[in-house]
């Protein structure tokens, strides 16, 4: 599945290693006993944190504060 939204351009190459970790680490936690260290742990949740606050938050805060910033003044054209 992780192919498909890189192909699809909806996640980044590093955003999929960064998602295989995750999967991978709630994987080896959940089917064979390992137990994360409290470091790792949140370290995989603060990059799950991210990829979500950039997929749904920022775009909407960007938006917002786009919208806020006037226009540029065209330039005059200088005369030689």
């Known amino acids: 599945k992780l192919p498909a939204l890189l192909d699809k351009k909806l996640i980044t190459e590093l955003q999929k290693d960064v998602l295989v970790t995750v999967i991978g680490a709630g994987d080896a936690a959940a089917h064979?006993?390992?137990?994360?260290?409290?470091?790792d742990l949140i370290a995989m949740l603060d990059a799950v944190e991210s990829l979500l606050?950039?997929?749904?938050?920022?775009?909407?805060?960007?938006?917002?504060?786009?919208?806020?910033i006037p226009r540029r003044r065209k330039r005059k054209?200088?005369?030689p």
């Open 32 to 39: 064979r006993g390992i137990q994360m260290n409290r470091a």
């Open 53 to 68: 606050r950039i997929t749904y938050c920022d775009p909407q805060t960007h938006k917002a504060i786009r919208s806020r």
């Open 77 to 79: 054209a200088k005369t």
